[in-house]
């Protein structure tokens, strides 16, 4: 088997294609907020242009559910090269992955607390939130604390998973019965608790922690286990053609629901369209993995747009983790601008290269450092 793309003691092994879709991802849920901010009340627009790029900036919001297929097929891959040799083990590793930089993040936040700041958009009102924040309990009630940042409501469950990994890659006599069962398991979270609860908060709160998202992991974690066990059961031509398809399928998914006139079903608890819809993203995701692994594994060189989002991926975590202050700043300064539909766009131009400088300083001075105590030659690649 081919080495993939770049390995060394201190750097470890990363695929073009997977880094570029954590790009992807990480620039479409930039997209998104800067959408969220930048957007006057309004109709949607009535052009097909201006009408696609519209909802596509409205579902950046879906670059969310790809991290959690991206986590699932990257961690499953790992153990399957290499074995967990003990949870705790596995635990530490995660944490001094995830931890560090969204801690400095937090110190930054207390800092500004400190100093008196109040920016619109940031929940930064009081250090007393502190413990709630640092550790990360600050969703599991309706009327408790809330995130300092919108996007740290993801990090619990990227958590939750964390701790039920270690048992579930270890059923991998049984992947496909896992599948079904997590997935009817996600479904019904998503859609029960609404339907006997119509007025509560409570349905929203329990489908997004993990057992409302768990389909999204398990479909990536299958995808990693067929990768490993028929890496070869397609050619790289037809891998090829899987890529491009599934990268351009993923986009077509997220606006399906606007186009045919149903609710979005990020938002929507208890709609029949986000019991399933979360799956077949996990596997549209699980799919690209696949063919972008394979593609990797054959040495097919990936274009110059595909290296410039892995260049974002490698510092996806910490573009996540930073780029909201930075649209909200932006729009601060942009308040008096012209409204227009699509000036959600040009505010995340504007913002693109701050959030992109901060977190590669994110990406080099804290992250990296933690990476490198950890990684050992020869590693599977990074989740």
């Not at 031509?237 to 077509?252: E, F, P």
């Not at 990936?302 to 202050?325: E, I, M, N, Q």
């Not at 995340?348 to 933690?370: D, Q, Y």
């Amino acid at each position: 088997m081919h080495r993939p793309v770049s390995e060394s003691v201190s750097d470890p092994v990363h695929y073009a294609r997977l880094d570029a879709i954590r790009g992807i991802a990480a620039l479409w849920v930039m997209l998104f907020h800067a959408w969220q901010f930048g957007t006057p009340p309004g109709p949607v627009p009535n052009e097909s242009l201006s009408w696609l790029a519209y909802q596509l900036m409205a579902a950046g919001w879906a670059g969310v559910p790809v991290f959690f297929g991206l986590s699932g097929f990257l961690l499953t891959t790992l153990a399957l090269q290499r074995p967990i040799d003990t949870s705790a083990a596995f635990w530490t590793r995660r944490a001094k992955r995830i931890l560090p930089a969204y801690w400095f993040q937090c110190a930054m936040l207390a800092a500004l607390i400190l100093a008196g700041w109040d920016i619109a958009g940031v929940h930064v009102r009081s250090i007393d939130a502190l413990p709630s924040q640092l550790l990360m309990t600050y969703n599991l009630h309706p009327d408790g604390a809330r995130p300092w940042l919108a996007p740290w409501w993801s990090l619990p469950v990227e958590f939750a998973f964390y701790l039920a990994f270690p048992l579930l890659v270890r059923a991998r006599g049984s992947w496909i019965a896992l599948l079904i069962a997590c997935a009817a398991l996600s479904c019904l979270v998503r859609w029960l608790p609404p339907q006997l609860w119509p007025d509560s908060r409570w349905p929203l709160i329990v489908a997004m922690h993990l057992p409302g998202q768990l389909d999204l992991f398990v479909a990536g974690m299958l995808a990693a286990h067929c990768h490993h066990r028929y890496a070869h059961a397609i050619s790289t031509r037809t891998a090829n053609l899987v890529w491009t398809g599934v990268v351009l399928a993923i986009a077509i998914w997220v606006v399906l629901p606007a186009w045919l006139g149903a609710p979005a079903p990020r938002f929507v608890a208890g709609s029949p369209w986000w019991a399933g819809w979360n799956l077949a993203l996990g596997l549209l995701v699980g799919a690209a993995c696949w063919s972008g692994v394979r593609l990797d594994h054959a040495r097919r060189r990936p274009g110059a747009l595909v290296h410039a989002l892995a260049w974002t991926g490698r510092s996806s975590y910490s573009l996540y983790l930073w780029h909201l202050p930075w649209v909200i700043a932006c729009a601060a300064l942009a308040a008096q601008a012209p409204l227009h539909p699509l000036r959600g766009a040009l505010l995340f131009v504007i913002a693109l290269a701050p959030s992109l400088g901060t977190a590669w300083l994110s990406w080099r001075l804290v992250e990296l450092p933690f990476l490198r105590r950890t990684s050992t030659a020869r590693q599977p690649p990074q989740a």
